[in-house]
């Protein structure tokens, strides 16, 4: 019995592939604070489909934009203890084919593109509950818990891996790294558990931006929060909104006024399909507070297996 609550409680921690819409500011992920054993190995694939309405700054011309995106990513993520601290690494990959299209001066004209998205690692640690246990001590801690409170810490580095060509405007790769310092709160009570996560985008220069222009942008905020009820291990479902302000951008010095506010809400489910596999499907909506921006939705599916 032990080992089969082990197995649930690691699929009910890591179905959480985030379904990706890497091309989006926002994402809302639950459960990425979720108490894993040290020691495991994840692995997990998903796809999803995002439709955005995209509104440009009125002195570029384009009117009606809209966006058609196909993402399939693949995810590793490895456990392990560090300074008597449960804490885990993620590497996350993603393919993408999408395609862009509106009226260009009343003219309509489309664009395609298909390659690599950016690469993004993430590593966090647990800083408060959530003990750093392996297989039975972990399961029996897990059992006997009823009421927790978890604190953690995490940096996300998204680096210049994705295609990206200087001469276009519209790329899949954004030629610069991103850091993403995060900090999370989550308090479990029984079934229930409520997240609350806050974190914040900073940009490094893209100095061959459209013809070799410099693109630099402002610090993005974003705040969400997430309640999650686990019918058993393994099986849940969640509910989730976000809000994210800032990263204007600033082009050869010249600010752009195009600050972003954004609002965003999801939902998911998890259901394992064997002790060590299991499947999650999400819904992922997002709008724009501004007159320029984008307003999108996004559904998933994600299978995982731990080891």
């Not at 100095?207 to 999650?228: A, C, I, M, S, W």
């Not at 998911?268 to 997002?286: N, W």
Request: charged fraction near 20%.
């Amino acid at each position: 019995m032990l080992l089969k609550n082990l197995c649930g409680w690691c699929l009910c921690g890591f179905l959480v592939l985030g379904l990706p819409v890497l091309c989006l500011a926002q994402e809302l992920e639950p459960r990425r604070w979720s108490h894993l054993p040290t020691g495991a190995n994840f692995a997990g694939v998903g796809y999803a489909y995002t439709e955005a309405d995209i509104s440009f700054d009125p002195v570029i011309r384009i009117e009606n934009g809209e966006m058609e995106l196909h993402t399939w990513a693949a995810k590793y993520i490895r456990t392990f203890g560090i300074f008597q601290k449960s804490a885990r690494i993620d590497l996350l990959q993603a393919y993408q084919r999408g395609r862009w299209h509106g009226l260009v001066d009343g003219v309509p004209k489309s664009v395609r593109r298909g390659g690599l998205s950016d690469s993004v690692l993430r590593l966090a640690i647990n800083l408060y509950g959530a003990p750093p246990l392996k297989g039975k001590e972990f399961a029996a801690y897990r059992a006997k818990v009823d009421v927790e409170t978890i604190v953690g810490t995490a940096l996300v580095v998204k680096l210049p891996t994705g295609e990206y060509k200087d001469g276009k405007l519209i790329n899949l790769g954004t030629n610069r790294y991103t850091f993403r310092p995060q900090l999370g709160v989550v308090h479990i009570r029984g079934k229930w558990s409520m997240e609350l996560t806050g974190a914040v985008d900073i940009y490094t220069d893209n100095n061959d931006f459209f013809n070799g222009n410099k693109l630099e942008n402002d610090p993005l905020y974003t705040l969400q929060t997430h309640l999650v009820y686990a019918f058993r291990p393994g099986l849940w479902a969640a509910a989730g909104a976000g809000y994210a302000y800032g990263g204007e951008s600033t082009v050869n010095g010249e600010e752009k006024n195009d600050r972003k506010e954004n609002i965003g809400w999801a939902f998911s489910f998890g259901y394992p399909i064997t002790p060590q596999l299991g499947v999650k499907v999400a819904y992922l909506g997002i709008r724009s507070q501004r007159s320029i921006g984008q307003d999108s939705d996004s559904i998933g599916v994600a299978f995982s297996v731990f080891w």
